[in-house]
């Protein structure tokens, strides 16, 4: 079973744009992780948060964790065609990475 | 390119029959895990080995099996194959369990006609 669900299921939007995707999560973790997969390829590591941590930069990415209300939220501002992909959170609790459906992006030039 | 190598690439194979997947996970990393994404299901969790042992189990049907060698390396082992079983198998690995990101290999797509 699924940990993690991401919102919405699909994002369109012009490059050069702001796209944010969020993720659910049901139980207690350790970190939330987000990663990238580009149609057909392993999945990407983007960026991990803690559970004691709220927000995190990365480049481009922004990420922000609320576990009071069990959800997070990417953000990858100035969007490029490059970033066209599927994003997924995966919440990990030690033993396991369990992963949402994921949100495919598609960003038009 | 990171680091974990997954064979075959692709399999193409009639229902009923049985196949091996193999994985080399990064050089150092002693954690493995097997998940398989179909169109239906998403990324689903199967298994975790650690330096040799099961670790963790998720949604892993009876007929698939997975170990890991004093390698490292490890294969998934898939019998009684169904339609359903069609997906693209992925292995990923890191150093231990909870220490991080997970490395993912390019995946095994397969076809089960």
């Known amino acids: 079973s699924q940990q993690g669900e991401e919102d919405p299921q699909a994002l369109s939007i012009q490059e050069g744009e702001n796209a944010t995707m969020n993720c659910s999560y049901k139980t207690s973790i350790n970190n939330l992780q987000w990663y990238r997969q580009n149609s057909g390829r392993g999945l990407v590591h983007l960026i991990l948060i803690r559970s004691n941590e709220r927000e995190k930069h990365s480049g481009r990415l922004r990420v922000t964790l609320d576990t009071s209300k069990k959800s997070s939220s990417l953000l990858i501002t100035a969007s490029r065609a490059a970033d066209t992909a599927s994003y997924f959170c995966a919440t990990d609790d030690d033993y396991k990475l369990s992963f949402g459906a994921g949100t495919t992006v598609t960003v038009r030039a | 390119d990171s680091g974990v190598t997954q064979t075959p690439k692709h399999l193409i194979t009639a229902t009923g029959q049985r196949v091996t997947l193999r994985c080399s996970p990064r050089?150092?990393?002693?954690?493995v895990y097997w998940y398989q994404q179909s169109l239906d299901q998403g990324l689903q969790f199967l298994i975790q080995y650690y330096n040799g042992e099961e670790r963790a189990k998720g949604n892993i049907l009876e007929r698939f099996s997975a170990q890991q060698f004093p390698d490292l390396h490890s294969e998934l082992n898939l019998s009684s194959l169904e339609l359903g079983d069609s997906a693209l198998y992925f292995c990923?690995?890191?150093?231990?369990?909870?220490?991080?990101?997970?490395?993912f290999g390019e995946g095994s797509r397969l076809t089960v006609l």
């Open positions: 050089s150092g990393d002693l954690s």
């Open positions: 990923a690995s890191r150093q231990g369990p909870g220490t991080g990101e997970l490395f």
